[in-house]
Structures are given as structure tokens and as C-alpha cells.
């Protein structure tokens, strides 16, 4: 077997990586500053662990992916080995479900601890939700355990039809097509009560500082919550719109997942890869211990650079 890479492969290959590596770098960036704070404080509150397990599993997700889209354009040929492409189809899945219920869980955090709402249930919730946190994660976790599972076993079940029924090509198509229909319906519904989750969290913490922002400009207050409550603002639109914008590729990739080297499918996917990086610096610049830290870091590599030249 021979090394064949197209342009159209170089150019994936050369995308995807600096994606990934670009992901991965600022999510370790996450995990270091939050792992240094935990060892200096020896305690952990809800809002850091949501941060550690989000960090963690797009740095995983990140790095899955690259070794995937690694071997499967410079060795294609291991593909064709049980069980490599059910495990790497079930693990990116796991991670990516874990992403995108930890980023809900998140969105869902900020809006129980920030807005401001008098409701009774919404008041319990206020009072419980460090308790509830680690449920909810362990709740992504399981959701995303039980569709990992479903796709590697419709994956083994497509290639072990595929192996022994290569004749007539519709037939397999509409098998194929069977197979994964209820991993998709599945997956689907699990995404969008994600989506879900994250549109009415974030419209009512958006409800909740904008309320509370008109309130501080009738009595003439002028500070730094007036600052903050904006800035709070502006990042909840922010990763308001790169969720839906994730959430929509998502459809579309279960629409074009049977079609290969389709480059509708490319770009949905260089838009899926660049979320977990692009969120993870709105977390960064939204979170004022991350950004002290990121700031002290930078020039410390500038001065680096240029004792060097």
C-alpha cells in the first residue's frame, strides 16, 4: 500500500492540524492554569470543574481527531483492520457528545448563578446547583457513553455488511441507511434538548442582565458591574451564536455523513473542529483568572522572542 495523497487530502490534512493543534493548545492552556489552581487552593468550586472536564475532553476530542484524519490519509490502509474505525468512530463521538453537553452544562451554570429571578424552583436551584453539578456531569458522560456504544455497533454491523453483500449497490445503501438511522435519531435528539438547554439559559440570563442593566442606568449608576454585566453579555451572544452554528453543522453532517470527499462535508467539518478552540478562548476572555493569566503569559513569551533574536 502505497502513500496516494491528493491535493485535495494535503489541504485537509494541513487545516485540520493547525485547527487541532491550535485547540489543543489554548484548552491545555485551561487545564494548567485551573490543575496550578487547585493544587495552591486545595479546593475546587462547580464553575472549575465544568471548566476542567470541558477543557479536557476537547483537548482528547482535538487530539482524537487529528490522529484519525492522520492515518486515514497517510495510512488508509488500517482502516480496513478490526476493530480500528468502530473504536475511532465511537471514542470521537463519545468525546464530541461530552463537548457539547459540558458546554449546556456550562451555559446552564452560569445562568442559574448569575440571573436573577425570584421564582421558588429557580431559588432552590440557586441553592442546590454546586451539588448538582457533578450529576450533570456525570449525566454527559453517560448520554454520550450509551451513543458511543450505538455507533460502534451500527459501524460493525455497516462494515460487516459491506464485506459480504458488495453486489447490488441501492440494496446496501438503503441497509446502510437502516443501520444508522436510529444512532442518528438518537444522537439528534440528544443534541438538540442540548441546544435546547442552551437557547432558554441563555435567554434568560440575557433577560436577567439586561433587566438588571436598565435598572442601573434609571437610578444613574455608572461602575464596574455595569461593565461586568455588559461583558457578561456580549459572551453569552457570543457563544450563543457559535452553539447554533455548531448545532446547525451538526444536522448537516447527519445529512451528508454517507457521501465521501464531499466538499460541503469538509467545510461543515472545518467549522465543527475550529468550536472547541474558538468557545474555549470566549471561556478564557469571559473568566478573570484566565485572563490575568493569559496576559501575564503573553508578553512573557514576546520578551522570550526577542532576547533570543
Known sequence: DKFNATSYDAMAMVIITLQAFAGMGINTFIVSVLCIAWVKKKSFNSNEKILLFLGCSRFWYLCITWVYSFLLIIYPWCFYVHPIPQLFAAIQVFLNSSNLWTSACLCVFYCIKIANFRHIFF???????DRIVPWLLLGSVLVSLVI???????????????????????????????HFFPVFFISGFSFATAFMAVIFSALLLLFSLWRHKCKMQ????????????????KSILSFF???????????????????????????????????PAVHSLILIFSNPKLEKTLLRTLPCVKCKVCMRQ
Request: charged share 15%; hydrophobic share 45%; net charge positive.
Open 123 to 129: 431559588i432552590y436551584l440557586k441553592v442546590k446547583i
Open 148 to 178: 458511543s456504544i450505538l455507533v460502534y455497533r451500527s459501524t460493525d454491523e455497516v462494515r460487516n455488511l459491506n464485506s459480504t453483500t458488495p453486489g447490488n449497490f441501492w440494496k446496501l445503501s438503503v441497509r446502510m441507511d437502516e
Open 218 to 233: 434609571t437610578n444613574s449608576v455608572k461602575n464596574l458591574s455595569m461593565d461586568a454585566h455588559i461583558k457578561a453579555m
Open 241 to 275: 451564536f457559535i452553539y447554533s452554528i455548531n448545532f446547525t453543522c451538526f444536522v448537516l453532517t447527519l445529512i451528508y455523513a454517507t457521501k465521501n470527499e464531499n466538499p460541503v462535508m469538509f467545510l461543515i467539518l472545518v467549522f465543527q473542529y475550529a468550536f
